[in-house]
């Protein structure tokens, strides 16, 4: 019998609040601004114990958590200008933003690159492209004078876009393999159904039968 589970339920749930939130971004400058403080929040802090327990250098554990820790202030400042309106009509704050979005992918890749190429870290192919890419977008947005919270909005519309696809899709396998349950449920049960009503008649036949042979006369 296939495995099931209710997850396709959470899967549907978060996939349509991840596209509500990703169109309403697009039209709320306030809310580019709390949601990327949160995401930068959240991926410095997650990377805390897996990074620093898989570090062999003590050198590497200190710069990896330097790096940690900026982000998360820079995060928590995001978070906090956002949630009290500072952001609107101040160009002082949209600078702020600009470059600590700057900051954050530059220095991500800086620690990379350096952890890689002067303290002998090993890496993978598709790990060193990501950085290039971080350093590559840290330094547009550095030097980008027209750079806005539009240009982030685009991309949280298009990941949340895509998010929420992988989400509905992941979700429809889900409920795909509940009713495929429900189906081979529901078939056994018709069969043990089947069963029982055809043991029946063949008790019912097995009864007559012994009942007739009772009541055939006896000839000696």
Not at 83 to 109: G, Q
Not at 139 to 152: E, G, M, Q, R
Not at 180 to 197: H, I, P, S, V, Y
Request: aromatic residues 16%; hydrophobic residues 50%; neutral net charge.
């Amino acid at each position: 019998m296939k495995k099931y589970s209710y997850g396709w339920i959470l899967k549907f749930v978060l996939a349509a609040i991840l596209l509500g939130i990703g169109i309403y971004m697009f039209f709320a400058e306030q809310v580019v601004y709390l949601i990327t403080g949160v995401v930068i929040v959240i991926f410095s802090l997650f990377r805390v114990v897996p990074l620093l327990k898989t570090l062999n250098k003590e050198v590497l554990r200190t710069l990896n958590l330097i790096e940690i820790i900026a982000d998360v202030l820079i995060g928590g400042v995001l978070i906090y200008v956002a949630a009290t309106n500072k952001f609107e009509n101040s160009d002082l704050w949209a600078n702020v933003y600009r470059f600590a979005l700057a900051f954050f992918f530059y220095a991500r890749a800086l620690v990379y690159f350096n952890s890689v190429v002067f303290f002998d870290e090993k890496t993978e192919i598709p790990k060193f492209w990501a950085h290039i890419i971080s350093i590559t977008v840290g330094t547009i947005i550095a030097v980008w004078k027209d750079f806005s919270y539009d240009t982030v909005a685009m991309i949280l519309l298009i990941v949340s876009f895509l998010g929420s696809a992988y989400l509905g899709f992941d979700g429809f396998k889900g409920y795909k393999n509940y009713r495929n349950f429900q189906l081979e449920l529901n078939e056994g049960k018709r069969k043990a159904d089947g069963e029982r009503t055809q043991r029946e008649i063949e008790d019912s036949l097995d009864i007559t039968i012994d009942k007739e042979d009772d009541d055939r006369p006896i000839v000696n």
